[in-house]
């Protein structure tokens, strides 16, 4: 019942936007920008949809870390020591969260580097390059 008053509560503040011309202005413009701006939302997602799929499908399962910082194979073939301790980087490709994360970190230009070079030092120069340069620069 409080929740019914709260909601005449804020439609009060758009029948206020009618006596003040430059608020109405203000909430026309920003309607306006919203419309204008989801159709590029809507072609965003799409392209992080896209590489993040990608992603998993060249890079999935690929960084694995020991103590040193030094890249492992992922799965262990032999009879090798595996009380080690090995580690994967948080912004990988295992799962598709991480996948998207970690696109939407690469086209945010925040600390991609890191993600680059795991993958450069595991994956291989040409691979990891060819993902995540066109990432860039298409994105």
């Known amino acids: 019942m409080i929740l019914v008053f709260r909601i005449f509560r804020v439609i009060r503040i758009f029948k206020l936007a009618r006596t003040w011309p430059r608020l109405e202005f203000f909430l026309t413009t920003m309607v306006n920008t919203i419309s204008n701006v ?5 072609l965003l997602s799409i392209f992080i949809f896209m590489y993040a799929i990608l992603g998993m499908e060249v890079l999935s399962y ?3 870390l020991n103590r040193f910082d030094k890249p492992v194979p992922y799965f262990i073939t032999n009879n090798t020591d595996v009380s080690e301790k090995f580690s994967v980087p948080d912004s990988n490709f295992d799962t598709f969260m991480n996948a998207v994360t970690s696109v939407f970190i690469v086209l ?3 600390g991609w580097t890191t993600i680059y070079f795991n993958y450069y030092r595991t994956v291989g120069p040409v ?3 060819l993902f995540f340069v066109s ?5």
Do not use: H
């Open 62 to 64: 690929k960084v694995r």
């Open 127 to 129: 691979t990891s390059s």
């Open 135 to 139: 990432l860039v620069v298409i994105g």
């Open 108 to 110: 945010a230009n925040d």
């Open 38 to 42: 989801g159709s590029f939302g809507i």
